[in-house]
Nanobody
Framework: QVQLVESGGGSVQAGGSLRLSCVAS?????MGWFRQTPGQEREGVAA????????YYADSVKGRFTISRDNAKNTLYLQMNSLKLEDTAIYYC?????????????????????WGQGTQVTVSS
């Protein structure tokens, strides 16, 4: 079992920045961030290889969000810049034993084994 605990969510004005963190109870190969709004399916935001290189970004966040990880601390990060109203969602950290594929499958929720409880991000005008 792997426990994941997110932090760093909050409220910010459009154009602002937030950094999300996720502390894992143990190391896993592939980690990612997802988000979900009421009535919508959970969507992949970004995923990262074991070595820290990004394996996947959703088109909607490319150039604005940066995923990274610190394996020594078992911590995953998501730096979110130039936030938009449509980025408002609950953001979830996810972990998988498998290696990231480096393709769009890394944005699929069913490819991940463990989930955090989520942290709310609200962007206002």
């Amino acid at each position: 079992q792997v426990q994941l605990v997110e932090s760093g969510g909050g409220s910010v004005q459009a154009g602002g920045s937030l950094r999300l963190s996720c502390v894992a109870s143990r190391h896993t190969s592939c980690m990612g961030w997802f988000r979900q709004t009421p009535g919508q399916e959970r969507e992949g935001v970004a995923a990262v290889f074991n070595n820290g290189g990004a394996s996947y970004y959703a088109d909607s966040v490319k150039g604005r969000f940066t995923i990274s990880r610190d394996n020594a601390k078992n911590t995953l990060y998501l730096q979110m810049n130039s936030l938009k109203l449509e980025d408002t969602a609950i953001y979830y950290c996810a972990a998988a034993w498998r290696y990231c594929s480096g393709d769009s499958s890394d944005g699929e929720p069913n490819m991940f084994d463990y989930w955090g409880q989520g942290t709310q991000v609200t962007v206002s005008s």
